[in-house]
């Protein structure tokens, strides 16, 4: 599986962006995509994940209620739609996909195909 990342970009606070993550290969293989990011000088964290065939979504408790995952099944593609963006979400954000169920689903190293990553910068 490959994964494209786009849509980042510079935005002030309080604004909104797209994320796109296009998938393209053995795209059957997809379980679960998730979205990570990684600030400066921090470590890679979980965001969001959806997963493929059920639908179902799950987001880190720092963007709940702001961010939404969604899933284009025709166009194999992940949106992360961010809204009321703030400045402490500046980071590199990263698509990811899950080939099987595991239970570890924020942890990164439990992620097999990782897209190049997007950056976003919020300015305050």
């Known amino acids: 599986v490959q994964l494209q990342a786009s849509g980042g970009g510079l935005v002030q606070a309080g604004n909104s962006l797209r994320l796109s993550c296009a998938a393209s290969?053995?795209?059957?293989?997809?379980?679960?995509v998730g979205w990570f990011r990684q600030a400066p000088g921090k470590e890679r964290e979980f965001v969001a994940r959806?997963?493929?065939?059920?639908?179902?979504?799950y987001y880190a408790d720092s963007v709940k209620g702001r961010f939404t995952i969604s899933r284009d099944n025709a166009k194999n593609t992940v949106y992360l739609q961010m809204n009321y963006l703030k400045p402490e979400d500046t980071a590199v954000y990263y698509c990811?996909?899950?080939?099987?169920?595991?239970?570890?689903?924020?942890?990164?190293?439990?992620?097999?195909?990782w897209g190049q990553g997007t950056l976003v910068t919020v300015s305050s």
């Open positions: 990811a996909v899950q080939k099987a169920y595991r239970a570890l689903t924020t942890t990164p190293a439990f992620y097999d195909y």
């Open positions: 290969g053995r795209t059957s293989d997809i379980y679960t």
């Open positions: 959806v997963v493929w065939s059920a639908y179902r979504t």
